[in-house]
C-alpha cells in the first residue's frame, strides 16, 4: 500500500510538471506573438530593397519566391548569406526597438530580433559573404545598447577587417571612446578610417573635431580590384552618425515586388552639421 501511494505522488508530479511545461510554452508562444505580431505596410516599406522582395500576406513574409524576384545585383549583394530571411528581422528589431517606450519590450527586440539573428547570419554566412561585415556592423551596435562595449568593438574590428573599406566600424568605434574619455584613441581609430576612406565627409568632420592635425591623413595607395570592391557592389555610402545611419546596402529603385514606385530614401546631405541626435544607432527615426 506504501509504495503504491509513491507511486501514486510520483505520479502527480510527473503530471503538474507536464501542465506547468505546457502552460510555459503556451505563454512563451503568446508572447512572441505578442512582440512580433504582424509585419504592418509601413514597416514593410522601410525595410531595405531586397527584403521587400519578400511578399507578405496578412502581416506574414512569405518565402517561396524571394531567390527569383532578385535581380543579378541583389543576387551578387546577398551571396553566401544563407537564411536571408533572419537578416531582415534586424532592421524591423531596430524600428520597433526606437517606437518602443517599455523596456522589456526593448531587450526582447535587442536579444530576439537582433542579435539573435545577427549571430545566426554569421553562423550561416560564408566569411566572403558580401554582407557578412554588416551582420557585424549590427551585432556590435546592438552589443552597445546593452553596454557592452568591449564587445562591440571587437565586432567592428572584425567588420573592419573583412572590408575597410566601410566608415560606419571606425565612425561607432570612435563614438564609443568618446563616451569612455578616450578622445585620443578615438582620434586614431577615425585616422586609420580615413586612411581607407579619403573621401568620407564623416571620417573627415570627425578627424577635425577630434583635433586632428591638417592636412588630413594621406590614404593608403589603391588594391586594384579590391579598391573599387565597394562601387562595383554597391555597398552603403557612408552616413554620419547623427543622422539616420544604416548598415544595409540599398541597391535597387524599384518598390515593392519590383514596381516602378520609388521607395523612400533619405536625402540627408553629405556633411551635414546636425548634432547627434539621441538614438544613434537608429536608422529609421525622424532627423531632428
Known amino acids: 500500500m506504501r509504495a503504491s501511494r509513491h507511486i501514486f505522488q510520483y505520479i502527480c508530479r510527473l503530471l503538474c510538471l507536464a501542465l506547468m511545461v505546457k502552460a510555459l510554452t503556451a505563454y512563451a508562444a503568446s508572447r512572441e506573438l505578442y512582440y512580433l505580431g504582424s509585419v504592418t505596410e509601413s514597416e514593410y516599406l522601410q525595410l531595405p530593397t531586397y527584403c521587400r522582395k519578400f511578399e507578405l500576406e496578412n502581416g506574414a513574409f512569405i518565402y517561396d519566391n524571394f531567390v527569383a524576384s532578385l535581380t543579378p545585383e541583389e543576387r551578387a549583394i546577398t551571396l553566401n548569406s544563407g537564411g536571408f530571411h533572419h537578416y531582415c528581422r534586424i532592421p524591423l528589431g531596430w524600428m520597433r526597438y526606437y517606437s518602443s517606450k517599455e523596456k522589456d519590450k526593448k531587450g526582447y527586440y535587442i536579444q530576439y530580433f537582433i542579435l539573435n539573428e545577427a549571430d545566426y547570419m554569421l553562423r550561416g554566412s560564408s566569411q566572403d559573404a558580401p554582407l557578412r561585415p554588416y551582420f557585424h556592423i549590427e551585432k556590435?551596435?546592438?552589443?552597445?545598447?546593452?553596454?557592452?562595449?568591449?564587445?562591440?568593438?571587437?565586432?567592428?574590428?572584425?567588420?573592419?577587417?573583412?572590408?575597410?573599406?566601410?566608415?560606419?566600424?571606425?565612425?561607432?568605434?570612435?563614438?564609443?571612446?568618446?563616451?569612455?574619455?578616450?578622445?585620443?584613441?578615438?582620434?586614431?581609430?577615425?585616422?586609420?578610417?580615413?586612411?581607407?576612406?579619403?573621401?568620407?565627409?564623416?571620417?573627415r568632420k570627425r578627424y577635425v573635431e577630434f583635433g586632428g592635425q591638417m592636412p588630413y591623413p594621406t590614404p593608403y595607395p589603391a588594391k586594384g580590384a579590391q579598391a573599387q570592391q565597394p562601387a562595383e557592389q554597391e555597398k552603403p555610402k557612408d552616413v554620419v552618425p547623427s543622422e539616420r545611419p544604416t548598415a544595409t546596402p540599398e541597391i535597387a529603385t524599384k518598390g515593392r515586388h519590383g514596381s516602378d514606385k520609388p521607395v523612400q530614401q533619405d536625402n540627408t546631405p553629405k556633411g551635414s552639421t546636425n548634432k547627434l541626435s539621441d538614438n544613434p544607432f537608429c536608422r529609421f527615426c525622424p532627423v531632428p
Open 140 to 203: 556590435a551596435r546592438a552589443l552597445v545598447t546593452m553596454k557592452h562595449e568591449e564587445r562591440a568593438i571587437a565586432e567592428y574590428l572584425m567588420a573592419s577587417r573583412l572590408d575597410p573599406h566601410i566608415p560606419t566600424p571606425y565612425l561607432d568605434m570612435a563614438r564609443i571612446h568618446v563616451r569612455l574619455n578616450n578622445k585620443q584613441k578615438a582620434l586614431e581609430l577615425i585616422t586609420e578610417g580615413l586612411k581607407y576612406n579619403p573621401d568620407s565627409e564623416a571620417l
